[in-house]
């Protein structure tokens, strides 16, 4: 029973040509995370949804936006594809944000960039 | 700041032998412990937890315990199979619910 479902399991673009990645998740979790994986790297978080508010990491591209239209969906856009983005996106959600919340995964999205 | 520190791998093993990887962790307060693994090509499955000192998480033969003293959340499981091959991830959330991950540590099963 798949409870965060990310499409497609594996994505190539073109260089420059802009790319959505989707999660959805049967939980009815708050809390919707996107993270980028490199090869042989640990997971980096790009940002949050809490709810409806957008949390972006500092150091977060602006190449890279997010939308939540519902509770169950988020996506994330890659504006202008470079080929120091292909990488696994992992989507994420838990509970709340407390320390005591579990962060369940889905399979990833493997992009890559031609 | 918050940081975990995992032991490099890879580590190589035969069936059935013993597995420890290592994982220290610096951290303000007392955050939640986590193992995560990765399968080839897939994303990240919770494999235990632990919220306070001296919690033993476990699953699927694999232990580790949250110890504070040494701030230090091993894993260990008795008896490996050639199915355990994966990346394994250490993992803390801090007071702001972020999760902090080690680097990995890649482990191979031979039959």
């Known amino acids: 029973d798949a409870m965060v479902i990310q499409n497609p399991r594996y994505q190539v673009t073109q260089f420059g040509k802009p790319v959505t990645l989707s999660c959805s998740q049967t939980?009815?979790?708050?809390?919707m995370y996107w993270y980028q994986q490199k090869s042989s790297q640990a997971p980096k978080l790009l940002f949050h949804y809490y709810d409806k508010d957008f949390n972006n990491e500092a150091d977060t591209p602006d190449n890279f936006q997010s939308r939540r239209p519902n509770t169950s969906f988020c996506f994330l856009d890659i504006r202008s594809p470079g080929l120091g983005d292909a990488a696994m996106y992992l989507c994420a959600t838990s509970r709340d944000g407390g320390e005591k919340n579990i962060q369940y995964f889905g399979a990833g999205t493997r992009l890559s960039v031609l | 700041g918050n940081s975990v520190t995992q032991m490099e791998g890879p580590v190589t093993l035969s069936e059935e032998a013993f597995l420890t990887i290592n994982c220290t962790y610096t951290a303000t307060g007392y955050p939640s412990l986590f193992w995560y693994v990765q399968y080839p090509g897939e994303g990240l499955q919770l494999l235990l937890k632990?919220?306070?000192?001296?919690d033993k998480g476990s699953n699927k033969g694999f232990e580790a315990t949250y110890r504070k003293e040494t701030t230090s959340f091993h894993l260990e499981k008795g008896s490996v199979q050639v199915s355990d091959s994966a990346v394994y991830f250490c993992?803390?959330?801090?007071?702001?619910?972020?999760?902090?991950f080690g680097q990995g540590t890649e482990l191979s099963v031979k039959p």
């Open positions: 993992a803390l959330r801090n007071q702001g619910g972020k999760l902090i």
């Open positions: 632990a919220t306070k000192a001296d």
């Open positions: 939980l009815n979790h708050n809390v």
